[in-house]
């Protein structure tokens, strides 16, 4: 059982920040892989910012520059931080996390999603 809690989600005015988090519980061995995607209405769901157990990061164009993303390996938690917001990023945000099971068993799991809403 995997199971994803985000939190951070809100209205802003374009150009605030926000900073989403997501904490990861159950019963797994290790987190391989967090990351965050992002749909909205009528569009195809987008991966917005990932990060690997090594470290290594990976960002949709339309971010880089003003979205980081980060773990907290201690509480197997990871963050996006949201700056210089847009209107166009107004989506519900979903955490993602890839864990393992077992050796050779990995296991993808979603969070509920948390609604970001970035006004004019």
């Known amino acids: 059982q995997v199971q994803l809690v985000e939190s951070g989600g809100g209205l802003v005015q374009a150009g605030r920040s926000l900073r989403l988090s997501c904490v990861a519980s159950?019963?797994?061995?290790?987190?391989?892989?967090m990351g965050w995607y992002r749909q909205a209405p009528g569009k195809q769901r987008e991966l917005v910012a990932g990060?690997?157990?090594?470290?290594?990061?990976n960002y949709a164009d339309s971010v880089k520059g003003r979205f980081t993303i980060s773990r907290d390996n201690a509480k197997n938690t990871v963050y996006l931080q949201m700056n210089s917001l847009k209107p166009e990023d107004t989506a519900v945000y979903y955490c993602?996390?890839?864990?393992?099971?077992?050796?050779?068993?990995?296991?993808?799991?979603w969070g509920q999603g948390t609604q970001v809403t970035v006004s004019s």
């Open positions: 990060i690997t157990s090594g470290g290594r990061t």
């Open positions: 159950g019963s797994f061995f290790s987190i391989i892989a």
């Open positions: 993602n996390a890839d864990v393992a099971l077992a050796t050779t068993v990995s296991y993808r799991s």
